[in-house]
């Protein structure tokens, strides 16, 4: 901490709190001297000023801006959720961490895991089919196994946004968009289900996977994710649906006809009904890319 000491109208300094310490014990400063230090709104009393006189440390000056921190969640096991785990650097670039007790296997989204133990061992396996094929996604999950004593992964979803975590109870059901899968308990059947035309002419990418049975659950968005409770009728474009509870129908439409499909900028729609719980995401992977589109490198001829 930079003193300022001024005596009869004139400033002196700054010097470095020891010095001034210093003088003030010799008598060349005197305890009634007005000074000013660095976070001072106004000159006050040099024995006034933090740890002028005494012991007394100066204080920790707060930062008009302090440093951002990354905001971070932590879960630990209760009859709602299997594994330990915590999710860091929500809600704009979500990371899972995941502790798994020893000889217990979790199952990740290929090419997810970004840390791991020494002592996981990993196995790979074809899951979501056709599906997951034409909807761009990868045909595969990797399954992580704490080889003789528990072990932790961490896990780096592949687009920037919002993680979720849901437990499933052996009763209840969970469709994702088959690019919202992060990661799920052995107990967690994930399948694919096949949408037809629904898939095709959305150009959307609203290929589904069905996830039941039981145990932790956990996926992700691009941009923040918004928990809707539906009761009744609710609309989400496409693009936006990151996940739904089973207990809700669904049909994908044009919004205002072909006309406005095609000329409106607006896509098609899927119109739930029912009761239960839509998971959107804030931002929407097409418009981003399209609004990226005028600023793509050209080649002059």
């Known amino acids: 901490m930079q003193i300022t000491i001024n005596r009869d109208g004139e400033n002196h300094g700054p010097y470095p709190l020891e010095q001034v310490r210093e003088m003030l014990a010799n008598g060349s400063m005197q305890p009634t001297d007005l000074a000013h230090y660095e976070g001072a709104a106004d000159w006050v009393p040099l024995n006034q000023v933090p740890g002028v006189t005494g012991d007394v440390s100066p204080p920790v000056l707060e930062s008009t801006a302090p440093a951002p921190t990354a905001m971070q969640e932590s879960f630990t096991p209760t009859g709602e959720h299997e594994h330990e785990f915590r999710v860091e650097c929500k809600p ?70 919002d993680l979720e975590h849901y437990h499933l109870d052996g009763t209840k059901e969970i469709l994702l968009q088959s690019s919202a899968y992060v990661g799920s308990s052995m107990g967690v059947e994930v399948d694919s289900k096949w949408q037809g035309f ?39 474009d496409t693009g936006h649906v990151v996940a739904f509870t089973g207990g809700l129908q669904y049909g994908v439409e044009s919004v205002g006809g072909l006309k406005s499909l095609f000329l409106s900028g607006e896509g098609l729609v899927c119109r739930f009904s029912g009761q239960g719980k839509v998971w959107i995401q804030t931002r929407h992977p097409t418009a981003f890319a399209q609004w990226t589109f005028p600023f793509r490198p050209t080649k002059n001829n």
Do not use: H
């Open 92 to 161: 704009d670039f979500a990371y899972l961490t995941v502790q798994i007790p020893a000889n217990q296997t979790l199952k990740v989204e290929a090419s997810a895991m970004a840390t791991m133990s020494t002592n996981m061992v990993m196995k790979t396996k074809m899951k979501g089919g056709l599906s997951r094929f034409l909807g761009g996604e990868n045909l595969f999950i990797n399954e992580f196994t704490a080889q003789g004593g528990p072990g932790e992964i961490g896990i780096a979803p592949g687009s920037p946004g």
């Open 198 to 236: 629904k898939g095709f002419f959305s150009g959307e990418g609203l290929f589904l996977l069905r996830c039941t049975g039981r145990g932790d659950l956990w996926f992700n968005t691009y941009g923040a994710i918004i928990e809707i409770p539906v009761d009744g009728n609710y609309v989400v």
